[in-house]
């Protein structure tokens, strides 16, 4: 049983900074791709970034590239997403999720987290 848990989303300024985590068990974390996507109220998901746990590619949407950060630490199964220079559009649901995809396709992931909410005034 997959199960991923995110935290460290909350309420910041604009020009501010979070840093999301995502622990994972019940899988082997090596060699996987991870994913954070974010669902805003009334749109949806999209991806955000996304990294293969086996060589720590990472890949970024346009909309956060050169402010946002992936990160892993594989020896606690744990993926981060350093946010910086937050924008009000970056306010939203972000969810860590797991899967073959290795993209920004909601479609390649199989496994989801529950969310943290990130909301940017």
């Known amino acids: 049983h997959v199960q991923l848990v995110e935290s460290g989303g909350g309420s910041v300024q604009a020009g501010g900074s979070l840093r999301l985590s995502c622990a994972a068990s019940g899988h082997t974390y090596n060699r996987v791709c991870m994913g954070w996507f974010r669902q805003a109220p009334g749109k949806e998901r999209e991806g955000v970034a996304r990294?293969?746990?086996?060589?720590?590619?990472?890949y970024y949407a346009d909309s956060v590239k050169g402010r946002f950060t992936i990160s892993q630490d594989n020896a606690k199964s744990t993926l981060y997403l350093q946010m910086n220079s937050l924008k009000p559009e970056d306010t939203a649901l972000y969810y860590c999720?797991?899967?073959?995809?290795?993209?920004?396709?909601?479609?390649?992931?199989?496994?989801w987290g529950q969310g943290t909410q990130v909301t940017v005034s």
């Open positions: 999720a797991a899967g073959s995809g290795c993209g920004l396709s909601v479609f390649g992931y199989n496994y």
């Open positions: 990294m293969y746990t086996g060589s720590g590619s990472a």
